[in-house]
Every structure is written in C-alpha cells, then in structure tokens.
C-alpha cells in the first residue's frame, strides 16, 4: 500500500515553502507602511471611487489625474476600464463629500419661496383672500425624474470636482458608480476581519474536540486551516506586492467560508480514522492513518472538484466586481483539501507517537526504579 | 414515519414551486398584506445606500430605544420621499444602515436621511427679512417652541383651491399651541421660519392668528417641497445626530450586467457540477442532480419567502452552496461504492451509505454553519447577506442531499432495470445486485 503518512516530511515541507513566502510578505505590510504586501481598497483605507463616462472621449489617466491634482486630490488613482457600454474612467480619490454629524448648511441662491401660514380652513378661520403670496421661482433643485443612470452630486466638494472634470474633459455623460467610504469603518473592518477570523477558528476547534473527543484532532484541524487562511492571506500579498490587486470588505467573508469549508475533508478522514481505530484495533496508529487517507482520498478530491468547477465558473464568467472574493475562494478550497490530507492527519500522527514515546519512556522510567 | 417521507418530498417541492412562481404567494405579516418576492440588493438593481452612525455628545453607545426611534424616522422620512422598497436597518451599536433600490437622486435623499432633524419655530424679529429657504438662520434668535410641539397625526399636504397653491397643514400639540396662539395674535404680518438643523426649511408670513394651533403653510411649493416640509414637520428630530460613514450609488445599468453576468456563472457551475455526477456517478449521480434541482428552487423559495436581500456575493453564495450541497451525495456514493465492494447488495450498500456518511455531513455542514453563523452575527450588511444565503443552503441540503435522494434511491433500486453494475460505474464482478428476500431484506431495514 502506497506510503502517505512516511512521506510526511516531505509534505511539511511543502506547507512550509508555500507559507513563509506569503508570510513574510503579510508581514511586510505593516513594516514597509503599506508599500509592499497587501493592497487593501476604500473599503479599508476609505476613499472615493467614481466610475464615469465622458461624453466627448476618454481623457488620458495621466491629465485627470493633473484635475484632480489641483483640487487638493493628489493620492488619487485613474484608471480605464471597459465595459459593454463602452470605455469608463475609474476614479480613486480620498474620501469627499460624506455628511459631517451636523449637516453644514450649504449657501444657496437667496430667492425666497415666500409661502404664508394661515389658520387652517377646517378651523374656520380662513377665508382671507391670499394676497401675500409671492410667485417666486424655487431654490432648490427640481428633482430628476427617476432615471436607470445616477448622478454626481452638484454641492460641496463632489460638486466642484465633477464641475472640473467636465471644465477640462466635457460633459459626463454617464455614472455606473459613485461611492465614498469614511475612515472610520476601515478601521472598524480590520479589527472585525481579526476578530472574525479569532471566532471561527475557536468555533471549529471547539466543535471537532467535542465530536471526536480528542484534543488532539481539533488542534490538527485548527493547524490545517489556518495553514489555508495564511496561504490566502499570503498570496493576496504577493499578489498585491507586484500587481497591486486589492482586497475588499468580502475578503474577510471568503476567509471564514474556507475556514468553514476546509474543514470538511479533514472531517471526513478523521471519522474514518474513528471508524478504522476499532475495527483495526491493534495495528500501529501511523498505519491506521495511512489506510484511512488512502480510503477516503477520492472522495476528498471528488467534494472539493464541484466546488471547485462551481467557483471556476464564477471566476471566468461571474464579473469583476467579484473576481477577488471568488479567487480567495479557490486558492482556498484547494489548499484546503491539500492541508486536510497532508497536513492535518500526518500531525496527528505526530503527535500520537509523540505521545506514545512519552508513555513508553515513563514506563521504562517506572521500571528502572523498581 | 419512513411512508410519510415521500409525501412530506412531494409537498414541500411543490410548496416551494408555488413560492417560486406565483406572482402573490401570501407570506405572514402585519399590515400591510406581504407576498414572497425577489428581493434584489444595491449591486444587482442599482439604487443608493449609506451607512451611518449614531454620535452621542458623551461618546457613549447609544441606547436601543433611540437606535430604534433612529431607525423608525429616517424609515419614515424616506418613505414619505416616494422611494419605493427602502430598507432601514440599525446594525451593531450605533449603526444605521439604508438601502434605497432604484433611487437615483443622491443629494435629496442624503439631505433626508442625514439631516438631525432638530426642527424649531423661529419668530423673525420685525423689520428683518427672514432669511431664504436652505440658508442659515442666525444662531442667537430664540426659538419659541420646538418640533417636538407638532403633532405628528395632523401633518398633512393640501391644495388651496383658491390660490392654486400647495398647501401643508399642521395642528400643535396643547403647550405650542398656547404659545402660538399667544405670539401670532401680536404678530400678524410678521415672518417666523421654520428651522431644521440650524438651516431654514420654510419662512411663511403670519396672516391670521392661529388660536387653536390648527394652521396651514401655503406658498409657491413644487410637489417635492411640499413633501419635503411634511415629512420634516411629520417625523421630525432625530434622538441623535448622525455621520455619514459611507454612501453609495450604483446604475442601474451596470447591476443588471452584473445580475446577467452571475446568473450565465451560476448555470455554466451548475451545469459542470451535473456533467460531474453523471459521468462519474451515473445513476445515483443523475439522482444527485435532481436533488440539486430540487434544492434549487427549495432555497429560491426561502430567499424568496423570507424574504432575502440577494447581493452580487449573495447569488455567489448560493453558487458555491450548490457545490457544497452535493457535497453529501458524494460521501453517500462512495460510502455505497465501498458497501458494494464489501459483497453487500445495492439496497443495503446505499442504506449503509446514507448511515455511514451521515457523522462526516452532519460534521461538516455544522462546521460551516459556525463560521456562517459567525459572519452573520458579527459582520457588516454585505457580509450578512452572503451569511444568510450560505446559513440557508446548508440547512436546506441536509434536507434534499440526504431525504431527497435517499428516497429516490431507495425506489429506483426496487426496480429491476437499475441492477446493472454498470449504472453504478462499478465491475460486474464488484457487483452483487440480487433482489433482497426475507432475511437480506430485513438486514437492509436495520442498517
């Protein structure tokens, strides 16, 4: 029978070629001040971001990005992108025009609408001829009819950065998005992604060790999925590092899902190893383990293949706005089933045979003094 | 119990085809009359959407009773604008979080929504013009009774016939009254403005005295004006002031190529996944499909029952659920595949199958419900929404993957056309597919 659980080392060292890089790179994210490592979006690092069509032609990224220089938007990002409805311009600014707590009031045009209060006619005092009402023009502006586009706000600071753009590059024509995150949820997200990532680890230690009865197994799969969420995490900052591709606030919920998901094959192997344990009763643990891998190797790869075709399928054809969650996913799953057989069970028989030298040598140990 | 299982299957999927298709499948709620519906999030129908928190002067959170009163105004203010389906929720401690599908007009909205909504009655000092409509108001002039004076029951628009102006009507509660009746009996022909957050919202002119605090606003309003006043005179001050933490809009246009776009992604997945069963599963593979099918529209109908906000992660969710879903009739097959081997019969091995993998599902299926459950209770509204649909799914397939096909099996392998080794991709030698009699029979009820 084909010897999994010999080649163990073999497979540790693997995990560990395909984890220190990335780590090394996670790291670098708080050192190199956001430089290197992982690219995170306005979701994050709060900003603006327009996406907006130019009627008159698509303007060169680098003389938008000279506009939005002068208006005190210097970190900013331009970017074409295509789309069926034609070429759009990206914009990532800072973040601009979010209402402060007291809504500032925004000087208008002082026309005055001049209405007058009267007691109510169902009161019976009314009657009075109105002749005090001035007909003046209104001062706010009408209200578009509902329409598929939205539109750029024409007030404060948005107001006058969408004018400059249309100063220097004509009319916008069309918005497929405006969006502005504050400060203050980035801040909140990066502790929540922590906490989250804290919880569902506990959750899953907790609810192996309970329903196999060993501490042992729900560390081994503790170990294996966070062996996952840092294969991920790390690839992200590679990825970032050199392509600057950018998490967003769904990263952290494509990371509790694997840890959710990669936990599954392990599951099953370690409930054939339970089964195998009494009927086998006797044979040494590391053999046990090897026989249960090898039995439960094609369905580990059979569950992660439709999950995988399923993911693959949103990858290619689900959209951009997706693609990074869907990635994260993926890589995900994958080294989910690969820690599931080659990390998780193998450590585990590391352990019981850690374990088992430990109680041979007190034994010997107990012999030697009597 | 097990004769009844076939029913309960039958029942429940036609239940779920009803929810599916009808236009107006009834589903419980107050008033007014509720149906199942798909609901559609921000990023699929375009609209606009904000988060917000709640600041208190002290910087301490916020208690539930003023997250709710919070919740319950800017609900009603936005309701008042015409938006249709706005949803209003109050998330953690201190955040309120509003959806407005189909909304296009960002700068009204957020003036609605952000806006305190501190509303005072400012009497303006004779000789002064009051200021214009959306100006400041100078901060030193005393307020004569605040918006909190208004009864909110007697706010109403109207249509001066007249004048062919449009009207709003209000009524004062006893208190503002009284101070009303007191101040316009000495001031007619005086202005008083009508103040919220410090900004004006209307100035009108005193004609009459109002004795009985029953009084009506004409003037030359557009019909968002008008609504504008009444809803500002209605619903009234916010407990707490509120900060704008995001805001967002997306084109309708672009949800609806995202919309096309994950449902071509859904059935392409959908499609490799049966294309999967049934090359390497064959018969019991074809029926892992049907079950799939089936989960399909049990979970379309819960989404749509619930009813469930479907986001762009949320169709990804369900996606993934599928995959995940037909988990459980893989460790079944293979299980039977064993049993098979083992020299059992086909009815006993697929017994032995569903009994032997169910530890390894029920396992699993809890391990992503935790991680699930923990999303929900934990995170942001995206992140919640991907939550429900995962929470869903993996309840629902341990319903069809197991039941479902479990009884479909169990029918198919009584007839004697699927006893061939070779639906069940195995050898002939492997296979042993004799008619369970007497005791064989009885052996496969207690497996």
């Given at each position: 029978m084909f010897d999994l659980i010999g080649k163990r080392r073999w497979f540790f060292l693997f995990s560990g070629l395909i984890t220190i890089p990335g780590l090394i790179f996670i790291l670098l994210t708080p050192f190199s001040g956001g430089k290197a490592g992982l690219a995170f979006s306005i979701d994050y690092t709060g900003g603006t971001i327009w996406e907006v069509h130019f009627r008159d032609g698509t303007p060169d990224p680098a003389a938008v990005l000279a506009v939005l220089a002068d208006q005190d938007l210097k970190d900013s990002a331009v970017v074409v992108t295509q789309s069926p409805r034609g070429e759009y311009v990206r914009l990532t600014m800072p973040p601009i025009g979010l209402i402060e707590a007291q809504a500032a009031p925004t000087p208008g045009p002082t026309v005055m609408p001049a209405p007058s209060v009267s007691a109510s006619p169902s009161a019976g005092a009314s009657g009075t001829p109105?002749?005090?009402a001035s007909p003046a023009p209104s001062a706010s502006p009408s209200p578009t009819p509902a329409s598929a586009g939205i539109e750029l706000p024409t007030t404060g600071k948005p107001g006058e950065v969408a004018a400059a753009l249309e100063a220097a590059f004509g009319p916008i024509d069309d918005v497929s998005q405006a969006t502005a995150v504050g400060p203050v949820v980035s801040r909140d997200l990066i502790n929540q992604a922590l906490l989250l990532i804290l919880a569902g680890s506990a959750g899953i230690l907790a609810w192996i060790t309970v329903r196999f009865h060993d501490v042992r197994m729900g560390v081994a799969a503790l170990v294996a999925l966070l062996h996952d969420v840092i294969v991920v995490v790390g690839v992200f900052a590679i990825l970032g590092t050199f392509f600057g591709v950018q998490i967003d606030a769904l990263f952290v919920t494509a990371m509790l899902t694997i840890i959710g998901f990669s936990v599954h094959d392990t599951i099953v192997v370690f409930d054939r190893i339970r089964e195998n344990r009494f009927r086998h009763?006797?044979?040494p643990f590391s053999s046990i383990v090897n026989h249960s891998l090898l039995q439960t190797l094609g369905r580990s790869i059979n569950t992660s293949m439709t999950v995988v075709l399923t993911l693959t399928a949103l990858l290619l054809f689900g959209g951009e706005a997706i693609r990074v969650f869907v990635l994260a996913l993926l890589i995900g799953i994958v080294s989910g089933t690969y820690s599931s057989i080659f990390n998780a069970s193998p450590l585990l028989v590391v352990w019981h045979e850690r374990d088992d030298r430990r109680r041979q040598a007190q034994l010997t140990s107990a012999r030697a003094v009597r | 119990m097990r004769r009844l299982i076939p029913f309960l299957i039958v029942a429940v999927g036609l239940l779920a085809l009803a929810v599916d298709l009808l236009p107006e499948f009834p589903r419980p709620s107050a008033d007014p009359p509720a149906y199942a519906e798909t609901r559609l999030g921000l990023d699929l129908q375009g609209g606009l959407g904000g988060e917000y928190q709640a600041l208190t002067a002290d910087g301490s959170a916020p208690s539930k009773g003023d997250m709710e009163t919070i919740r319950t105004i800017i609900e009603n203010r936005v309701n008042a604008s015409g938006v249709a389906e706005p949803v209003v929720q109050t998330l953690g401690n201190d955040r309120v979080v509003v959806d407005l599908p189909g909304a296009t007009d960002q700068q009204e909205i957020r003036r609605l929504i952000g806006s305190t909504g501190r509303l005072d009655f400012v009497p303006i000092p004779t000789g002064t013009t009051p200021p214009g409509q959306d100006q400041p108001i100078d901060p030193t002039l005393p307020a004569l009774f605040a918006g909190s004076e208004i009864d909110p029951g007697g706010v109403s628009p109207g249509f001066d016939q007249q004048t062919g102006q449009r009207t709003v009507n209000f009524k004062l509660k006893p208190d503002g009254a009284q101070a009303f009746a007191d101040y316009s009996r000495a001031n007619v022909g005086q202005y008083f403005a009508i103040v919220l957050d410090g900004t004006v919202v209307s100035a009108p002119v005193i004609r009459e005295p109002i004795l009985d605090g029953s009084g009506q606003i004409s003037g030359d309003f557009t019909t968002a004006e008008q609504r504008r006043l009444v809803t500002t005179l209605k619903y009234g001050a916010l407990p707490l002031a509120l900060k704008e933490l995001t805001f967002k809009s997306i084109n309708a246009t672009l949800g609806a190529e995202f919309l096309a776009a994950s449902i071509l992604a859904g059935l392409i997945g959908i499609g490799l996944v049966f294309l999967f069963m049934l090359l390497h599963y064959r018969l019991p593979g074809a029926v892992a499909c049907f079950a799939l099918v089936y989960y399909a529209l049990v979970v379309y109908a819960v989404f749509r029952f619930v009813p469930v906000t479907l986001t762009l992660a949320g169709v990804a969710g369900f996606v993934l659920s599928v995959g995940m879903a037909v988990d459980a009739n893989i460790l079944i097959f293979e299980r039977t595949k064993e049993e098979l081997r083992a020299g059992k019969t086909i009815t006993t091995a697929i017994e032995a199958g569903f009994n032997r993998a169910w530890n390894s599902i029920l396992d699993s299926n809890v391990s992503s419900l935790i991680t699930a459950g923990i999303l929900y209770y934990f995170g942001s509204s995206t992140i919640r929404g991907f939550a429900l649909v995962l929470i869903i799914g993996v309840l629902v397939s341990m319903f069809t993957a197991i039941t479902v096909s479990r009884s479909i099996l169990r029918w198919i392998v009584r007839r004697p056309w699927a006893r061939r080794a070779a639906l069940y991709g195995m050898r002939e030698d492997e296979f042993t597919a004799t008619a369970p009699r007497g005791r064989a029979r009885e052996a496969g009820a207690r497996v």
């Open positions: 109105s002749g005090s009763a006797g044979e | -």
